[in-house]
């Protein structure tokens, strides 16, 4: 089973994750855009996974904790 990882090693892996793909100075921008604008977790939630069916969902759920595993 995946160990569950506490905010800190959420948020630093996070943080390393958009500094590896987007580079340093926009990671940084993506951060602070995050932080001054409001967010809405629940309507992106329901408009984000209102394009998956329960079996589509369950296929990439699967998938994802797959290549975790592996």
Do not use: C, I
């Amino acid at each position: 089973m995946v160990k569950q990882l506490t905010e800190q090693e959420l948020r630093a892996q996070a943080v390393r994750v958009l500094s590896d793909n987007l580079g340093s100075v926009d990671a940084l921008r993506f951060l602070a855009s995050v932080s001054r604008e409001p967010f809405d977790y629940q309507a992106w939630r329901r408009e984000y996974f209102s394009q998956y069916n329960l079996d589509e969902l369950l296929t990439e759920v699967r998938k994802h904790h797959a290549s975790k595993v592996s």
